[in-house]
């Protein structure tokens, strides 16, 4: 099995910087894939970006030139540093991540989601 604990949410002013991080444990053998994805009420959750085990980045549109995805292959962890947040970045923020048991088998987890609030 695999736990995700993600930290670094909070309430932020418009304008201002946030830093994410996921730690993976457990039985993993590799992180093929590692992510976050947001949910903000009403709405659907969409991916916000992930990153290969390669380090190749992926951003969605609205956060392009302000988030930078990074990941810690040693450590299993995942970082999305957020600057110039906007209140529409307002949402729960998840962690996700693919990849392969020790035991050979795929799987894909999920973290509980930190909270990300932009407001004056």
């Known amino acids: 099995q695999v736990h995700l604990v993600e930290s670094g949410g909070g309430l932020v002013q418009p304008g201002g910087s946030l830093r994410l991080s996921c730690l993976a444990s457990?039985?993993?053998?590799?992180?093929?894939?590692m992510g976050w994805y947001r949910q903000a009420p009403g709405k659907q959750r969409e991916l916000v970006a992930d990153?290969?085990?390669?380090?190749?980045?992926n951003y969605a549109d609205s956060v392009k030139g302000r988030f930078t995805i990074s990941r810690d292959n040693a450590k299993n962890t995942v970082y999305l540093q957020m600057n110039s947040l906007k209140p529409e970045d307002t949402a729960l923020y998840f962690c996700?991540?693919?990849?392969?048991?020790?035991?050979?088998?795929?799987?894909?987890?999920w973290g509980q989601g930190t909270q990300v609030t932009v407001s004056s």
């Open positions: 996700n991540v693919y990849g392969v048991h020790t035991g050979g088998e795929y799987f894909h987890s």
């Open positions: 457990g039985s993993i053998f590799s992180l093929i894939n």
């Open positions: 990153i290969t085990s390669g380090g190749r980045p």
